[in-house]
């Protein structure tokens, strides 16, 4: 299963790539699929390796929790 999942930006490269923190593991993600710049320090929504939508801390940390409940009901 294949789900998405929250990332902070760490940094952004103008070849539409980004280094994301995923829950302390550095990622490298794409950008393509968002319209609205982002910037270092900004929370995204991420599947299969591409930033959908940049989301907020709170709903970053919502997700977080909802996927670590999960975890534990599995």
């Not at 393509?32 to 930033?51: C, Y």
Request: charged share 20%; proline share 4%; aromatic share 2%.
């Amino acid at each position: 299963m294949c789900l998405a999942y929250a990332a902070r930006l760490l940094s952004v490269d103008p070849d539409g790539t980004a280094v994301a923190d995923v829950s302390g593991a550095r990622r490298t993600i794409m950008l393509i699929a968002l319209t609205d710049p982002v910037e270092p320090g900004d929370w995204v929504l991420v599947h299969a390796g591409i930033a959908l939508a940049r989301i907020t801390e709170c709903e970053a940390t919502e997700l977080r929790l909802t996927v670590e409940e999960a975890q534990h009901h599995a």
